[in-house]
């Protein structure tokens, strides 16, 4: 079997430029070899990259059972999520457990989040004093995982909320850092050398965080009286093909996924967002008279239909997707993508930071221009931050139901500016590639 071309360096020196320098050597690398080619990783076998949308369109029109997913992501999130967390399952295991958490995300639970979005997105702006900068990603985190912790333990009481926030908080922190974010791509690095060390520090704040979170298990399990409508109990009322309920450690790892998932990218899709707003005015001119339509406290439903707010919400996604790749596909079986054929056992990424920057799809794609998304229509393998097939995001609608909430909350109710009209860039996190330190102030 032939692999597309690649870099010709050693496998250490393509990990590093992958991990710290992504979106230029993804750039350099679809240049110099076009739309498919082959990195290889430190640890992994040969990764074909993949970003032309016909491509996109077989792997995820493909039959699930074409491509497993979860072995090839055992290194990194089983250190935070255990091993039966959603993406780490394949075949029917991922299939059923898929349908037990999608009635949480869709539909008729939207609209119960939004009175709750807004809330804490005002609450939150009440922290912001006029004339002073305030930190645009905290705010936005605080808001974001507020809400999802909410939203998972639908938490009332005060104390046992900033419990599990500060916990959470700090476990973030901690991973946010270059040096433990690249010693959980490494399974070797992973050593417990006590408290002070950092793996020691990482391993006992996600026991800190387990303990609030079986907790929060327990206490439903002895009270079902307690089971309501937050995430969690709909998680706990869910019965699989067999009629039995999730276990323990399942209902674990997948909120452990929920609360990371479910708050870092959305975190930074809005502050992307609240920069490209206020540094094209254009842009804020266009959507401040679309917001004045709506009137006086206006419903959810009104805001998630207004056409440029969704246009907008969508070119932030597609110039800088906060996953810029999807998930590891690995053919279980012969497939052939555009022309190459690949034997089972290849491992393939979709890279969709590359399929959203396609300038026959999206001319001039460096420049931000909702108006790309009224004038046609992308189909589900031309505009893929959530990724597709049966791997998409399982928070898609819930994500653009908060970032178009947030967004409206913020814009109808104070007047924010850039200062120095400073150019925001793309950094490397954890998870994700976030927009540069960015500080506003309200007017
Ligand atoms: C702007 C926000 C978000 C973006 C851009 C995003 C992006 C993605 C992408 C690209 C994938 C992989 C899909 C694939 O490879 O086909 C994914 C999977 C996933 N996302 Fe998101 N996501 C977002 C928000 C959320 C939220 C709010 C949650 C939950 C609360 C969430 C939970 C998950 C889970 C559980 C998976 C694994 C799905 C599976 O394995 O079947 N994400 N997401």
Redesign the pocket.
């Known amino acids: 079997m032939k692999f597309p071309d690649g870099p010709k360096t050693p496998a250490l020196l393509q990990s590093i430029n992958i991990i710290v320098n992504p979106l230029n050597y993804l750039e350099d690398c679809a240049k110099r070899y076009g739309d498919m080619f082959t990195i290889r990783f430190l640890n992994y076998p040969p990764t074909v990259f993949v970003s032309h949308p016909q491509a996109m369109k077989t792997i995820f029109t493909a039959n699930p059972q074409t491509f497993n997913?979860g072995e090839a992501m055992k290194e990194l999130p089983t250190a935070f999520s255990g091993e039966n967390a959603?993406?780490l399952l394949d075949g029917d295991l991922?299939k059923h457990r898929?349908k037990m958490l999608m009635p949480a995300f869709h539909g008729e639970r939207m609209r119960a989040y939004s009175q709750l979005i807004c809330d804490i997105t005002k609450q939150q702006m009440t922290q912001w004093k006029k004339g002073e900068q305030f930190h645009v990603q905290g705010s936005m985190q605080d808001i974001s995982l507020q809400f999802?912790i909410r939203a998972i333990f639908g938490v009332n009481e005060e104390a046992r909320f900033q419990q599990l926030n500060q916990t959470f908080i700090s476990l973030l922190n901690l991973m946010s850092s270059p040096l433990t974010s690249t010693v959980l791509y490494f399974h070797a690095l992973q050593q417990d050398w006590g408290p002070w060390s950092l793996w020691g520090r990482f391993v006992r704040l996600r026991q800190q965080v387990d303990d609030i979170i079986y907790a929060e298990i327990k206490r439903r399990q002895d009270n079902p009286a307690l089971l309501g409508e937050d995430i969690l109990s709909l998680m706990m009322k869910a019965r699989d093909e067999q009629g039995e309920p999730m276990k323990d450690v399942e209902l674990r790892d997948d909120l452990m996924?929920?609360l990371l998932?479910?708050h870092e990218?959305?975190s930074m899709?809005i502050t992307w967002a609240l920069y490209w707003i206020h540094r094209l005015p254009q842009v804020y001119e266009k959507l401040m008279a679309e917001l004045d339509t709506l009137g006086d406290n206006p419903d959810s439903s009104a805001i998630t239909k207004l056409p440029y707010l969704n246009a907008v919400c969508h070119e932030t996604?597609r110039i800088y997707?906060?996953?810029i790749l999807?998930?590891y596909r690995i053919a279980q079986e012969p497939i052939e993508i555009m022309g190459y054929h690949f034997e089972p056992g290849t491992y393939i990424l979709?890279c969709?930071y590359l399929t959203h920057r396609q300038e026959d799809l999206y001319p001039e794609p460096n420049h931000f221009r909702p108006e790309r998304f009224l004038d046609r229509q992308f189909s589900a393998y031309e505009f893929v931050?959530?990724?597709?097939?049966?791997?998409?995001?399982?928070?898609?609608a819930?994500?653009l139901f908060e970032m178009k909430l947030i967004l409206a909350t913020i814009l109808t109710n104070l007047k924010l500016a850039l200062p120095d009209n400073r150019v925001i860039k793309p950094v490397r996190s954890a998870f994700t590639v976030a927009p540069s330190p960015m500080y506003m102030i309200p007017a």
């Open positions: 997913t959603l993406p991922h898929k999802i996924i929920l998932g479910g990218t959305t899709s996604l997707p906060p996953t999807g998930a979709p969709i931050a959530f990724g597709g097939g049966s791997r998409r995001c399982i928070g898609y819930l994500s």
